[in-house]
């Protein structure tokens, strides 16, 4: 893989960062090809990275690649260029879902701030309790603005709000766990210590359950619990966010998957945990009702949570077809 204007080390530091964003399940489903032709990184869909059941439609495929791109971008940014990206470039290539050109010259659209990059290497999910502490409202401002600078809109609930979203992602992993093909694709993706693939969730990155049965964190587990961690008490006053879209097109969710990334980046360079709740979003009924009574033009795409607390294990990431270091 080569493009003729950048070097080896510069192409190995855009595609560590973008291989760093997360994806449902840790699947990866994306993958890089150099066109030196065009000077374009080529980003592709991987269908048999896929979760079928959990995401028919890629939707969530489509905001991990949107995510990736993001990282692509601020890596860029990183190496003093301008990322020219293009989404869904050629209808006659579905399978493309984005070109990034890293370019010199003022003329291209202005990158995120760099600053952002030094948080990839730091930012992973975290399935462990938070301690209840609130995050200020000047960070929660900008989580918000996080997301309106890339096109998504982020929905900071009050109380009631967010205990209605949590019960309806508690309906969901009841629904899951009621649906024996569909944990089976969830526990598919869990990895055993010295297994070797980049892909997957360890069994070590798995969190506990909460004690109080208040936080619907995903059981990657089953019906089994064979590799359930004990219950602990998770935070009693949660802070989440639902990132959302006004289109639900494939585009949309590409930009969304954007907004994803530059939000739990922010996040992480201001200190601040996070963990993604997608379980409603598998659902189309429960997807439905996460947007509320009075957002018809709101289509939900992922529910956030946010706060304070430790920073949980880490997956793996996979870098030139073989495992890379963790992320």
């Known amino acids: 893989m080569r493009l003729t204007d950048l070097d080896a080390a510069g192409l190995e530091t855009l595609l560590a960062a973008a291989v760093a964003a997360p994806s449902l399940h840790n699947t990866q489903p994306w993958h890089f090809r150099a066109d030196p032709q065009r000077q374009v990184l080529e980003v592709h869909a991987v269908p048999e990275r896929s979760v079928p059941l959990a995401d028919p439609l890629g939707r969530a495929q489509h905001l991990s690649v949107g995510a990736a791109v993001f990282n692509l971008r601020i890596a860029a940014a990183h190496l003093a260029r301008r990322a020219e990206v293009r989404l869904l470039p050629d209808p006659a290539r579905p399978e493309v879902l984005a070109t990034v050109r890293p370019a010199r010259g003022a003329d291209l659209p202005p990158s995120p701030e760099p600053d952002l990059y030094r948080a990839v290497a730091r930012r992973h999910t975290s399935r462990m309790p938070f301690t209840g502490r609130p995050v200020p409202e000047p960070v929660v401002a900008e989580l918000t603005a996080a997301a309106y600078a890339e096109g998504a809109r982020l929905y900071v609930p009050d109380y009631s709000a967010t205990r209605r979203l949590l019960r309806l992602t508690a309906?969901?992993?009841?629904?899951?766990?009621?649906?024996?093909?569909?944990?089976?694709?969830?526990?598919?993706?869990?990895?055993?210590?010295?297994?070797?693939?980049?892909?997957?969730?360890?069994?070590?990155?798995?969190?506990?359950?909460?004690?109080?049965?208040?936080?619907?964190?995903?059981?990657?587990?089953?019906?089994?619990?064979?590799?359930?961690?004990?219950?602990?008490?998770?935070?009693?006053?949660?802070?989440?966010?639902?990132?959302?879209?006004?289109?639900?097109?494939?585009?949309?969710?590409?930009?969304?998957?954007?907004?994803?990334?530059?939000?739990?980046?922010?996040?992480?360079?201001?200190?601040?945990?996070?963990?993604?709740?997608?379980?409603?979003?598998?659902?189309?009924?429960?997807?439905?009702?996460?947007?509320?009574?009075?957002?018809?033009?709101?289509?939900?795409?992922l529910l956030i949570r946010f706060g304070y607390g430790p920073d949980g294990n880490r997956t793996p990431r996979t870098f030139r077809g073989g495992p890379a270091s963790q992320q």
């Open 171 to 301: 309906v969901a992993e009841a629904r899951t766990h009621a649906h024996p093909a569909r944990t089976a694709e969830t526990r598919a993706w869990i990895t055993a210590p010295g297994t070797g693939t980049g892909y997957g969730i360890p069994v070590t990155a798995l969190g506990p359950p909460d004690a109080a049965g208040r936080m619907p964190m995903r059981d990657f587990t089953g019906r089994a619990g064979v590799l359930r961690r004990p219950a602990l008490p998770f935070e009693r006053h949660a802070q989440v966010a639902l990132l959302w879209t006004a289109y639900d097109r494939r585009e949309d969710w590409l930009r969304a998957g954007q907004a994803l990334q530059r939000v739990l980046l922010t996040a992480t360079a201001h200190g601040v945990r996070t963990s993604m709740l997608h379980q409603a979003m598998e659902w189309p009924d429960l997807r439905m009702a996460a947007r509320g009574p009075r957002r018809q033009r709101c289509h939900p795409q």
